[in-house]
């Protein structure tokens, strides 16, 4: 299935605004890069191209272009795994921004990649093992290289 573009470049707008409203709500240390900066970033850029994309069909509809708004169903869409499949990468980008804050950031990643990995059918040891691994990766990352402190929620330290 390809979405008409109008509302790819809408959803990815409005997925951009959602990221820079939520960031705005992030700590801004001194002396540090504030864990604001890439959200807003990668929000800002949502936005942007989301409205070029959408412009650009808007654009090529008003000149008498072919252009469809309705998304066509394809056999492969009625499969609820590979729905599932897609609809689960906004998802998670959405509750990543709502619960790690509260249950913090490293046990929200870990949920979120291990359900990804069985959505896509690896095997449950494996998944396990390898979302521990590359959340722990990322999370070490952010806190000791880049210095950007991620949400802890109810955990003590850093590295939750």
């Known amino acids: 299935m390809r979405l008409p573009d109008i509302w790819t470049g809408l959803g990815f ?4 605004i959602f990221v820079v409203l939520q960031a ?15 959200p807003r970033i990668v929000g800002s850029g949502f936005v942007l191209f989301g409205l070029l ?3 650009r069909s808007l654009a090529a509809r008003m000149q008498g272009a072919e252009v469809r708004l309705l998304p066509e169903v394809e056999d492969w869409m009625r ?19 709502l619960l790690a804050p509260v249950l913090g950031s490293l046990p929200v990643s870990v ?4 359900v990804s990995a069985l959505l896509w059918d690896e095997r449950p040891i494996a998944a396990a093992v390898v979302s521990i691994a ?10 000791e290289v880049m210095r ?3 949400p802890t929620g109810p955990f003590p330290g850093s590295l939750f």
Do not use: M, N
């Open 53 to 55: 994309i959408a412009g």
């Open 111 to 114: 949920v979120l990649v291990l």
């Open 79 to 97: 499969s609820p795994k590979r729905l599932a499949r897609i609809l689960f990468i906004p998802l998670a980008i959405v509750l990543y921004g």
């Open 148 to 150: 950007v402190p991620l």
């Open 13 to 16: 707008a409005i997925l951009g």
């Open 24 to 38: 705005q709500g992030f700590p801004e240390p001194a002396g540090a890069a504030s864990p604001r900066l890439f």
């Open 134 to 143: 590359v959340c722990l990766a990322v999370t070490l990352f952010f806190i």
